[in-house]
């Protein structure tokens, strides 16, 4: 039952981590277009904020590996 939902936790993160990094890499393909003003721009810093929140939680609790600078 724990290996369980240690692999469902992992696939979770994995998602989150995923998304976050699509969403910025949308964010910045619409900033180098010139359209930080539209509607998908903000749309996108709406999803970015909600995952940041989430990851933040994952950081708090020590869920994830930090990588040395």
Same mark, same amino acid.
């Not at 992992?10 to 890499?25: D, P």
């Given at each position: 039952? !724990?290996?369980?939902?240690?692999?469902?936790?992992?696939?979770?993160? /994995? /998602?989150?981590?995923?998304?976050? /990094? &699509?969403?910025?890499?949308?964010?910045?393909?619409? =900033?180098?277009?010139?359209?930080? =003003?539209?509607?998908?721009? %903000?749309?996108?810093?709406?999803? =970015?904020?909600?995952? %940041? !929140?989430?990851? &933040?939680?994952?950081?708090?609790?020590?869920?994830?590996?930090?990588?040395?600078?």
């Amino acid at each position: 039952m !724990n290996e369980k939902r240690l692999e469902q936790f992992e696939k979770m993160l /994995a /998602a989150v981590q995923t998304e976050y /990094a &699509s969403i910025v890499r949308q964010m910045e393909e619409l =900033k180098e277009k010139g359209k930080i =003003k539209s509607v998908t721009y %903000q749309q996108l810093m709406t999803r =970015k904020l909600t995952y %940041q !929140n989430m990851l &933040s939680m994952y950081d708090l609790y020590d869920l994830t590996e930090k990588h040395p600078v």
